[in-house]
């Protein structure tokens, strides 16, 4: 997780399937994704006015079977009780830069989950490191099996359900290692023990097929992380587009047990620059700024000189709330599927929960 500044004052666009809202301000951006992939070309929603909360009934139709959320370390105030999940997964470990696992468990969320009668996962995150990831996966050294190791000793230790593989960015090459290391922790665990892993957003047109037949027969649950269709470094557009997001479904559904499938859907939105203020600049034109702005020149002889101003620009803000959120719950259960996990607990709409309820629940 990575913060960007904008030390600038901001005039922010934000659009949705739900509306548009033309914002203003000076603030700090915090990274609060997961996954990523390639952008694809989408029709954009036309801006509409959004009604006001609460004027139109958003409960779906139905319950669900499974309903994960992803809590990060230091955010447990986040997480209500009245949350209606089934799975709390805890992303509390990581690789090290040798290839080990790093990091300590949430005891205190997983004594809560428990006593709410919730299953808890512990989550290991490894993204973009390519060579990290070709060292702790590939057979030919020797730190898969000290991994593995590690890994199979989780759930007995501190008495959680399963353990969840969130290995981001790998080659053709590490897809491979990395069934072949899942079936080999899945085949050592007691039945009861949980593997799921996580896996990117893909359609037919980006390799999907391949991939999620590849992984289809080796975890307990497949958590599909169908959103970043726009990222950080893309331009802008929605996080998980409808026809995006139907189209991974479509093609996960095709080579992917229904059972075993959790839609993993997007808590959170982007904002992305329409302009860069970043440019070279002569000493007269910035001689030019110096009155226009009237900064305060700083002299640094030994190394350079600065001075600070602000710079409006305009940005364009991609979002999630429980209208546009619900489009996609009722396309995942019209394709039969009935788990849903989301990233991440605390950056939600909090309608998005009087929208959904657990199968068997008194809400039901």
């Excluded at 139905?62 to 089934?86: F, H």
């Excluded at 990581?94 to 205190?108: D, H, I, Q, V």
């Excluded at 957003?201 to 169908?226: N, S, W």
């Amino acid at each position: 997780m990575r913060s960007q500044r904008l030390p600038y004052a901001v005039a922010c666009v934000a659009l949705c399937a739900a509306g548009w809202v033309a914002i203003k301000a000076s603030r700090d951006s915090t990274e609060t994704s997961r996954g990523s992939s390639q952008p694809e070309p989408e029709p954009q929603p036309a801006a509409v006015a959004t009604p006001p909360a609460g004027t139109d009934r958003l409960a779906l139709q139905g319950a669900w079977q499974e309903i994960w959320g992803y809590l990060m370390p230091g955010e447990e105030s986040r997480w209500k009780d009245a949350t209606p999940l089934t799975d709390l997964a805890l992303f509390d470990y990581r690789l090290s830069e040798t290839g080990r696992l790093k990091g300590k468990p949430n005891r205190k969320a997983i004594a809560r989950a428990q006593r709410l009668g919730v299953r808890t996962h512990l989550v290991i995150a490894a993204a973009g490191n390519k060579s990290l990831l070709h060292l702790a996966l590939s057979p030919r050294h020797g730190v898969r099996g000290e991994l593995m190791k590690e890994i199979l000793a989780l759930p007995e230790r501190h008495k959680v359900t399963g353990v969840q593989l969130d290995f981001e960015g790998l080659r053709a090459e590490e897809w491979t290692h990395l069934a072949s290391f899942s079936r080999e922790l899945k085949s050592r665990w007691p039945r009861q023990v949980w593997l799921s892993l996580a896996l990117p957003a893909r359609t037919k047109a980006t390799g999907g097929e391949r991939l999620y037949g590849q992984l289809a027969g080796v975890a307990d649950r497949l958590l599909l992380m169908v959103y970043d269709q726009h990222w950080r470094g893309s331009s802008p557009g929605p996080v998980s587009g409808r026809a995006w997001h139907d189209s991974v479904l479509d093609c996960a559904v095709a080579k992917i047990p229904r059972s075993k499938l959790v839609v993993g859907l997007p808590f959170y939105g982007r904002i992305w620059q329409r302009q860069s203020v970043a440019r070279s600049v002569s000493y007269p034109q910035v001689q030019r700024l110096l009155r226009e702005e009237a900064a305060e020149l700083i002299h640094k002889p030994a190394s350079s000189n600065s001075f600070t101003f602000q710079a409006e620009v305009t940005a364009e803000c991609w979002f999630e709330d429980a209208r546009s959120l619900k489009a996609k719950l009722e396309s995942a259960r019209s394709k039969g599927l009935s788990k849903v996990g989301f990233w991440r607990l605390g950056q939600e709409d909090r309608e998005i929960w009087s929208v959904i309820k657990v199968e068997g629940s008194r809400a039901e």
